[in-house]
């Protein structure tokens, strides 16, 4: 059992889970983070090689070439940091402020909706959805209603 004590109306409750998630949820949670870990990983491993697509791709998107490196040793780190159980939660807060940049240049030089603009929002889904499945603690922060 797992005890998480939760602040509720200016009084200490204790809410407690038991620990014993299902294997069909927690092989989801590993499901969903790992096709994001594994997009993440190529996507900031290309960038770090600069190889020409990710060249050719920040010169459409208005940024220097030089830049690519710097990106991908930034997304990099993000991902260590998300695949680390110990600073998991921090990794994908990093993620999402990484991804939610990307979403703004998206806007910003007006590239299609559901194809480029949303896409960095499909994959920190991915993140935070296996994050959430795995990690019971995050209940607390996000209370569905049933």
């Not at 939760?6 to 989801?28: C, H, I, N, P």
């Not at 220097?64 to 680390?84: D, K, N, Q």
């Not at 990794?91 to 299609?112: C, D, E, K, Q």
Request: contains cysteine; proline residues 4%.
């Amino acid at each position: 059992m797992t005890q998480i004590t939760q602040m509720e109306r200016g009084a200490m409750r204790s809410v407690t889970f038991a620990t014993s998630d299902s294997k069909s949820r927690l092989w989801t949670s590993y499901g969903l983070s790992g096709i994001a870990v594994l997009f993440l990983l190529f996507d900031s491993v290309i960038k770090v090689l600069q190889v020409g697509p990710v060249q050719a791709s920040l010169t459409e998107l208005g940024y220097p070439v030089t830049l690519a490196f710097t990106l991908g040793v930034i997304e990099l780190s993000c991902l260590a940091l998300y695949v680390w159980p110990q600073t998991s939660v921090l990794g994908a807060i990093l993620l999402t402020g990484y991804l939610g940049g990307a979403v703004a240049t998206h806007v910003r030089i007006g590239s299609p909706l559901a194809s480029h603009t949303l896409f960095p929002l499909y994959v920190a889904a991915l993140v935070w959805g296996g994050m959430f499945l795995r990690e019971r603690r995050l209940h607390a922060l996000v209370p569905w209603r049933r």
